[in-house]
């Protein structure tokens, strides 16, 4: 795992992506680590995504007894 949160920012052109950047530069945290990985729009609409069986412990039922 690189890392544990991932959050993403939309930008229209290099301009728009260096000022976010600038922007998390000088707001960056006291202590910790921040990456930054710009990507082109082709190159993000070539990812893939795997996932297993979801699994939820969300009881979705309008029954009147449920045992658990």
Same mark, same amino acid.
């Given at each position: 795992m690189l890392q544990?949160? =991932?959050y993403c920012r939309m930008?229209? *052109?290099?301009?728009?992506?260096?000022?976010?950047s600038d922007n =998390?530069?000088? *707001?960056k945290p006291p202590?910790?680590? =921040?990456?930054?990985?710009? =990507?082109?729009e082709k190159q993000f609409l070539k990812m893939e995504f795997i996932t297993g069986e979801f699994k939820s412990?969300?009881?979705d039922t309008d029954e009147r007894l449920l045992i658990l």
């Open positions: 544990e949160s =991932v930008a229209l *052109n290099q301009n728009a992506a260096k000022t976010i =998390v530069r000088r *707001n202590s910790g680590l =921040v990456q930054l990985l710009t =990507v082109t412990d969300v009881v």
